[in-house]
């Protein structure tokens, strides 16, 4: 299993046709929501302060994840439009780990203050989520029936000491 950055127009098209699939994750997804996932994608191919990074085993999209400065350009980091997710497949293999590493080795070489992660409330996310907190970020905010009717929004923080 490699991880590896994201910098070639022909694996953002396989990422973003990854983070779409039913092998990344299964709910309805929001009006507009698949298109924002795959142009997030290619927006970190153009943007010194967004990446993507992606795990591939046998030339096959295991997991994927972004991070990118938010819009205030002030060192604070967020995963909004951008997804991590694994492989149905290839789940409980620290995969996600080695991703989020990235990121937050990214974000500390980039004198990064904090990351912001926006997750959703459903059931099917609960690993996920546990999977945050493990991690030490720490739920600051619930919004309901954010993304669809039945489906919330949960947001996630961790301070970055650089």
């Known amino acids: 299993m490699k991880i590896l950055k994201l910098n070639k127009i022909e694996v953002a ?8 699939s039913t092998d990344a994750f299964v709910h309805i997804w929001f009006p507009n929501e698949k298109e ?9 191919l153009k943007d010194k302060n967004h990446q993507y990074w992606y795990a591939e085993e046998d030339g096959k999209i295991a997991g994927a994840i972004g991070v990118r400065e938010n819009h205030c350009n002030n ?6 439009d951008d997804y991590v997710a694994v492989h149905k497949d290839y ?9 989020l590493d990235e ?16 997750t959703c409330d459903i059931d099917s996310y609960k690993p996920a989520r546990a999977f945050y907190e493990s991690r030490g970020y720490k ?3 619930e919004m309901p029936n954010y993304y669809n009717v039945g489906e919330g929004r949960i947001d996630y923080y961790k301070e970055i000491k650089c």
């Open 13 to 20: 098209e396989k990422v973003g046709k990854f983070l779409t």
């Open 36 to 44: 924002l996932v795959i142009k997030a994608v290619f927006d970190s």
């Open 75 to 80: 060192g604070g980091y967020e995963m909004d």
């Open 91 to 99: 789940r409980r293999r620290g995969i996600a780990s080695k991703l």
């Open 103 to 118: 990121i937050e080795s990214y974000v500390i070489s980039h004198k990064g203050r904090y990351i912001h992660i926006l």
């Open 139 to 141: 739920k600051v905010a």
